[in-house]
Protein backbone atom coordinates (compact mmCIF):
# COMPACT_ATOMS: atom_id res chain seq x y z
CA UNK A 1 0.00 0.00 0.00
CA UNK A 2 1.06 3.74 -1.20
CA UNK A 3 2.01 5.36 1.99
CA UNK A 4 1.41 9.06 0.69
CA UNK A 5 3.00 10.50 4.36
CA UNK A 6 5.02 9.23 7.62
CA UNK A 7 4.99 11.05 10.40
CA UNK A 8 8.11 9.15 12.46
CA UNK A 9 8.64 10.34 16.58
CA UNK A 10 7.51 13.59 16.06
CA UNK A 11 8.54 15.86 18.52
CA UNK A 12 7.76 20.32 18.38
CA UNK A 13 8.40 22.41 21.46
CA UNK A 14 7.22 25.92 22.22
CA UNK A 15 9.53 27.76 25.12
CA UNK A 16 10.50 25.02 26.59
CA UNK A 17 7.27 23.08 26.64
CA UNK A 18 6.48 20.10 24.88
CA UNK A 19 3.49 19.87 22.57
CA UNK A 20 4.24 16.77 20.39
CA UNK A 21 6.29 14.35 21.74
CA UNK A 22 7.03 10.78 19.98
CA UNK A 23 4.59 10.55 17.71
CA UNK A 24 4.22 8.13 14.64
CA UNK A 25 1.34 7.40 12.08
CA UNK A 26 1.03 6.65 8.18
CA UNK A 27 -1.35 8.28 6.00
CA UNK A 28 -2.30 6.05 2.72
CA UNK A 29 -3.51 7.46 -0.67
CA UNK A 30 -6.67 7.82 -1.19
CA UNK A 31 -7.52 7.58 3.13
CA UNK A 32 -9.72 9.65 5.09
CA UNK A 33 -7.63 10.30 8.35
CA UNK A 34 -9.25 11.96 10.90
CA UNK A 35 -7.51 13.78 13.58
CA UNK A 36 -9.51 14.61 17.16
CA UNK A 37 -8.55 15.37 20.36
CA UNK A 38 -9.28 18.31 23.34
CA UNK A 39 -8.38 22.00 23.06
CA UNK A 40 -4.35 22.32 23.00
CA UNK A 41 -3.81 18.09 22.15
CA UNK A 42 -1.63 19.61 19.51
CA UNK A 43 -3.56 18.71 16.93
CA UNK A 44 -2.66 22.15 14.35
CA UNK A 45 1.05 22.20 15.40
CA UNK A 46 0.39 18.63 13.98
CA UNK A 47 -0.38 20.17 10.36
CA UNK A 48 1.48 23.13 10.31
CA UNK A 49 4.77 20.94 10.98
CA UNK A 50 3.36 18.68 7.88
CA UNK A 51 2.92 22.06 5.92
CA UNK A 52 6.54 22.97 6.66
CA UNK A 53 5.44 25.95 8.94
CA UNK A 54 7.03 24.88 12.21
CA UNK A 55 10.38 22.74 12.57
CA UNK A 56 10.20 19.95 14.84
CA UNK A 57 12.98 19.44 17.68
CA UNK A 58 12.90 15.90 16.62
CA UNK A 59 11.16 13.34 14.27
CA UNK A 60 10.74 13.13 10.49
CA UNK A 61 7.59 13.87 7.96
CA UNK A 62 8.31 11.92 4.65
CA UNK A 63 6.12 12.88 1.86
CA UNK A 64 6.00 10.51 -0.93
CA UNK A 65 8.21 11.35 -3.78
CA UNK A 66 8.77 14.68 -1.53
CA UNK A 67 10.01 16.72 -4.83
CA UNK A 68 6.61 15.92 -6.46
CA UNK A 69 4.20 15.95 -3.60
CA UNK A 70 1.69 18.61 -3.60
CA UNK A 71 -0.09 19.87 -0.76
CA UNK A 72 -3.45 21.49 -0.33
CA UNK A 73 -4.61 23.43 3.09
CA UNK A 74 -8.36 24.85 4.15
CA UNK A 75 -8.64 26.47 7.24
CA UNK A 76 -11.22 26.82 9.61
CA UNK A 77 -11.39 30.09 8.33
CA UNK A 78 -10.06 33.09 6.61
CA UNK A 79 -10.74 37.27 7.69
CA UNK A 80 -11.87 38.32 4.47
CA UNK A 81 -13.62 41.89 4.68
CA UNK A 82 -17.73 41.71 3.25
CA UNK A 83 -16.44 44.28 0.40
CA UNK A 84 -13.59 41.94 -0.81
CA UNK A 85 -14.20 42.86 -4.58
CA UNK A 86 -12.37 39.80 -6.10
CA UNK A 87 -15.09 37.02 -7.26
CA UNK A 88 -14.88 33.26 -6.44
CA UNK A 89 -13.41 32.10 -9.85
CA UNK A 90 -10.74 34.70 -9.67
CA UNK A 91 -9.88 33.64 -6.06
CA UNK A 92 -10.04 30.00 -6.85
CA UNK A 93 -7.68 30.64 -9.58
CA UNK A 94 -4.79 31.90 -7.06
CA UNK A 95 -4.22 28.56 -6.13
CA UNK A 96 -3.13 27.83 -9.52
CA UNK A 97 -0.30 30.83 -9.59
CA UNK A 98 3.42 30.05 -9.69
CA UNK A 99 6.42 31.22 -11.03
CA UNK A 100 6.35 34.17 -13.24
CA UNK A 101 3.09 33.49 -15.14
CA UNK A 102 0.53 35.16 -13.74
CA UNK A 103 -2.02 34.86 -16.62
CA UNK A 104 -3.89 31.05 -17.01
CA UNK A 105 -3.42 28.99 -19.88
CA UNK A 106 -5.76 27.13 -21.56
CA UNK A 107 -5.21 23.64 -19.76
CA UNK A 108 -5.24 25.59 -16.17
CA UNK A 109 -8.73 27.26 -17.38
CA UNK A 110 -9.97 23.89 -18.29
CA UNK A 111 -8.91 22.40 -14.76
CA UNK A 112 -10.34 25.56 -12.81
CA UNK A 113 -14.07 24.81 -14.28
CA UNK A 114 -13.74 21.53 -13.28
CA UNK A 115 -13.16 22.24 -9.98
CA UNK A 116 -15.33 24.98 -9.81
CA UNK A 117 -17.86 22.15 -11.02
CA UNK A 118 -16.86 19.38 -8.93
CA UNK A 119 -17.22 21.66 -6.01
CA UNK A 120 -20.51 23.46 -7.08
CA UNK A 121 -18.95 27.01 -7.00
CA UNK A 122 -19.59 27.81 -10.32
CA UNK A 123 -23.27 28.57 -9.67
CA UNK A 124 -21.82 31.67 -8.36
CA UNK A 125 -18.33 32.20 -9.82
CA UNK A 126 -18.93 35.84 -10.58
CA UNK A 127 -20.32 36.63 -7.10
CA UNK A 128 -17.98 38.91 -5.01
CA UNK A 129 -16.45 36.72 -2.33
CA UNK A 130 -17.11 38.89 0.21
CA UNK A 131 -21.02 38.02 -0.75
CA UNK A 132 -20.70 34.35 -0.21
CA UNK A 133 -22.32 32.27 2.80
CA UNK A 134 -19.90 30.45 5.30
CA UNK A 135 -20.80 27.31 3.34
CA UNK A 136 -20.68 28.87 -0.41
CA UNK A 137 -16.92 31.09 1.04
CA UNK A 138 -15.67 27.42 2.50
CA UNK A 139 -16.25 25.85 -0.90
CA UNK A 140 -14.71 28.08 -2.24
CA UNK A 141 -11.35 27.54 0.12
CA UNK A 142 -12.04 24.06 -0.71
CA UNK A 143 -11.63 24.52 -4.77
CA UNK A 144 -8.81 26.83 -4.31
CA UNK A 145 -7.01 23.92 -2.73
CA UNK A 146 -8.36 21.42 -4.92
CA UNK A 147 -7.22 23.38 -8.45
CA UNK A 148 -3.44 21.98 -8.36
CA UNK A 149 -4.96 18.92 -8.34
CA UNK A 150 -3.37 17.74 -4.22
CA UNK A 151 -1.78 14.57 -3.52
CA UNK A 152 -2.58 15.43 0.06
CA UNK A 153 -5.07 17.81 1.41
CA UNK A 154 -4.89 19.16 5.06
CA UNK A 155 -8.43 20.56 6.71
CA UNK A 156 -8.10 22.21 10.38
CA UNK A 157 -11.31 22.06 10.85
CA UNK A 158 -12.55 23.32 7.88
CA UNK A 159 -16.10 22.17 8.95
CA UNK A 160 -16.47 24.14 12.13
CA UNK A 161 -18.13 27.58 11.61
CA UNK A 162 -20.64 25.69 9.34
CA UNK A 163 -24.06 24.67 9.71
CA UNK A 164 -24.93 21.05 9.80
CA UNK A 165 -25.87 20.79 5.96
CA UNK A 166 -23.33 22.50 4.75
CA UNK A 167 -20.73 20.51 7.06
CA UNK A 168 -22.32 17.58 5.28
CA UNK A 169 -21.68 18.91 1.95
CA UNK A 170 -18.45 19.49 2.40
CA UNK A 171 -17.25 16.52 3.71
CA UNK A 172 -18.96 14.06 1.11
CA UNK A 173 -16.93 17.05 -1.50
CA UNK A 174 -13.42 16.01 0.30
CA UNK A 175 -14.28 12.09 0.41
CA UNK A 176 -15.32 12.13 -3.22
CA UNK A 177 -11.74 13.80 -3.63
CA UNK A 178 -9.99 11.06 -2.11
CA UNK A 179 -11.96 8.15 -3.53
CA UNK A 180 -12.06 9.38 -6.85
CA UNK A 181 -9.00 11.01 -7.48
CA UNK A 182 -6.76 8.96 -4.29
CA UNK A 183 -6.37 12.46 -2.81
CA UNK A 184 -4.76 11.48 0.70
CA UNK A 185 -7.03 13.25 3.44
CA UNK A 186 -5.82 14.79 6.92
CA UNK A 187 -8.60 16.68 8.90
CA UNK A 188 -9.49 17.89 12.16
CA UNK A 189 -12.46 17.12 13.42
CA UNK A 190 -14.23 18.31 17.54
CA UNK A 191 -17.59 16.54 15.57
CA UNK A 192 -17.31 12.33 16.21
CA UNK A 193 -20.18 11.79 14.23
CA UNK A 194 -18.69 13.66 10.74
CA UNK A 195 -15.51 11.47 11.66
CA UNK A 196 -17.58 8.54 12.44
CA UNK A 197 -18.95 8.92 9.03
CA UNK A 198 -16.32 10.16 6.76
CA UNK A 199 -13.18 8.50 8.31
CA UNK A 200 -11.14 5.64 7.23
CA UNK A 201 -8.67 5.64 10.41
CA UNK A 202 -8.51 7.96 13.30
CA UNK A 203 -5.76 8.94 15.63
CA UNK A 204 -6.68 10.60 18.78
CA UNK A 205 -4.37 12.78 19.89
CA UNK A 206 -3.78 14.34 23.73
CA UNK A 207 -0.90 15.42 25.60
CA UNK A 208 1.94 12.78 25.61
CA UNK A 209 -0.58 10.19 24.39
CA UNK A 210 -1.76 9.42 20.79
CA UNK A 211 -3.80 6.12 19.69
CA UNK A 212 -4.16 5.30 16.09
CA UNK A 213 -6.87 2.73 14.75
CA UNK A 214 -9.94 2.12 12.93
CA UNK A 215 -12.84 4.69 13.49
CA UNK A 216 -14.54 2.20 14.96
CA UNK A 217 -11.54 1.14 17.29
CA UNK A 218 -11.29 4.53 18.75
CA UNK A 219 -14.64 6.00 18.61
CA UNK A 220 -16.18 2.80 20.27
CA UNK A 221 -14.28 2.82 22.96
CA UNK A 222 -16.10 5.33 25.37
CA UNK A 223 -13.98 4.83 28.06
CA UNK A 224 -10.54 5.89 26.42
CA UNK A 225 -11.98 8.95 25.25
CA UNK A 226 -13.72 10.29 28.39
CA UNK A 227 -10.48 9.85 29.69
CA UNK A 228 -8.41 11.73 27.40
CA UNK A 229 -10.86 14.62 27.31
CA UNK A 230 -11.24 14.91 31.22
CA UNK A 231 -7.63 14.76 31.79
CA UNK A 232 -6.61 17.64 29.61
CA UNK A 233 -9.93 19.55 30.86
CA UNK A 234 -7.76 19.09 34.55
CA UNK A 235 -4.79 20.16 33.19
CA UNK A 236 -6.79 23.43 32.11
CA UNK A 237 -8.71 24.14 35.07
CA UNK A 238 -5.58 23.68 37.61
CA UNK A 239 -3.49 25.77 35.17
CA UNK A 240 -6.29 28.30 36.04
CA UNK A 241 -6.53 28.26 39.53
CA UNK A 242 -2.90 28.49 39.94
CA UNK A 243 -3.19 31.93 37.82
CA UNK A 244 -5.84 32.76 39.75
CA UNK A 245 -5.41 36.62 41.65
CA UNK A 246 -7.96 35.67 44.17
CA UNK A 247 -6.21 36.07 48.04
CA UNK A 248 -6.75 34.52 50.78
CA UNK A 249 -6.64 30.96 48.96
CA UNK A 250 -4.78 27.81 48.57
CA UNK A 251 -5.01 26.95 45.03
CA UNK A 252 -3.56 24.14 43.73
CA UNK A 253 -3.97 22.03 40.58
CA UNK A 254 -6.58 19.86 39.92
CA UNK A 255 -5.87 15.69 39.87
CA UNK A 256 -4.81 14.37 36.52
Known amino acids: ?42 KSTLLKSILGLIQPQNGRIVLDDESKTVVGYVPQSRVIDDETPISARDFVSLGQLS ?74 LVQKAASDWGVSVIFISHDLELVRKYADRVLLMSRG ?3 TGTKQEILNDQAMLKNVYQSISSEADGALQQKSPSAGLSLSASPR
Open 99 to 172: GFFPWPSMQERKVLREIMSFTDTDRFARKPIGKLSGGERQRVFLAQALVRHPDLLLLDESTANLDPDAQERMME
Open 209 to 211: FYK
Open 1 to 42: MLHRVRVSHLQVSFNGEEVLNDLSFDVSAGEMFAVIGPNGAG
